[in-house]
């Protein structure tokens, strides 16, 4: 066997070896990731929020849901659902069983476009070009999805306003349907932060700049998202090659900081009133696109802290 001929079934043997590990291994290599951030007023106890995002459930789909059951010996203070959370017409029942331990505490969620309509086949060199599609798929149970999240008094931030009050922490919440999809209304919203709490918050599934541009000039001081995937498929060392929106490649998933115009700078850039904004790249998948890569699909247990 010559030199080509030898290359090339070596490097057909990689690219085989690593879909199979994105797709048998890594995508059920669920992990829980630990962030803080310094947003609350000095003297204030630490408020922990467990985020969940982009679970993309199918039926039957058992070791995910229990995973995230799993994760209420955590005893957060509140939960966030940054959306994405339905695959199937028939996942709302497997969904709402998963969040069953969560939802006698405090939380709050939005909505992505697969709480909306049904997720299809994609070519997946569509991601690097940014095109978005208008959904055409059939729709999927999204009241059905929203009663049993709301059923025990989690908000509903899809385009809206709420309070909570949290361990003795006053938050304001502020949120948008799914930008992905333009079901964003932030002039529904918009309006300067109440003075009179100790954090606002925004939470939007789809991170695009215009919706974090105005949260922040309005006063927000902590911004949660999902929706990138974190990638999804990353390069080891080099990190995620999409976000499916308009945010920066480096800010795919983590914490980092933003203001208006931020994109592309670095925190250290970042002035002193920039928001901390935190984007999961999520537990799932789509059921077309089953693989991750140098990308664990995760949970988010969020540590707020008072300021520096």
């Known amino acids: 066997m010559n030199t080509v001929s030898t290359t090339a079934l070596s490097l057909f043997g990689a690219a085989a070896g690593g879909l199979a590990y994105a797709s048998l291994i890594e995508r059920h290599a669920f992990v829980l990731r630990e962030r803080h951030a310094p947003v609350l007023p000095r003297g204030a106890r630490p408020l922990r929020i467990l985020q969940v995002s982009d679970i993309h459930l199918m039926p039957g789909q058992r070791r995910k849901v229990a995973w ?30 998963a969040m069953a331990p969560f939802l006698d505490l405090p939380g709050v969620f939005v909505l992505g476009s697969n709480d909306y309509f049904a997720p299809r086949p994609k070519n997946p060199f569509v991601y690097l070009t ?74 939007v ?11 922040t000039r309005d006063g927000a001081g902590m911004i949660i998202a999902g929706h990138t995937h974190g990638g999804q498929v990353a390069l080891p060392w080099y990190g995620a090659l999409v976000t499916n929106c308009d945010l920066d490649q480096r800010r795919a998933k983590g914490m980092s900081r933003w203001w208006p115009g931020a994109d592309g700078a670095p925190d250290a850039m970042a002035p002193s009133d920039a928001a901390w904004m935190h984007v999961s790249a999520g537990l799932g998948t789509s059921p077309y696109a089953p693989v991750r890569f140098a990308c664990r699909p995760e949970a988010t247990l969020l540590t707020l802290t008072p300021r520096d």
Do not use: C, F
């Open 68 to 97: 995230i059951k799993e994760l209420a010996r955590l005893r957060p203070d509140m939960v966030v659902n940054t959306g994405d959370n339905l695959s199937h017409p028939e996942s709302v029942t497997p969904l709402l069983e």
């Open 130 to 203: 940014k095109k978005v599609t208008p959904p055409d798929t059939p729709r999927l149970p999204t009241g059905q999805l929203v009663a049993g999240l709301a059923s025990q008094g989690w908000l509903d931030l899809s385009n809206a306003r709420g309070y909570l009050s949290v361990a003795g922490i006053d938050l304001e919440l502020v949120g948008v349907d799914d930008p992905h999809i333009r079901r964003d209304r932030y002039d529904d919203v918009a309006g300067p932060a109440d003075p009179g709490v100790d954090l606002t918050v925004g939470v």
């Open 205 to 215: 599934h789809a991170p695009y700049q215009r919706v974090l541009d105005a949260m």
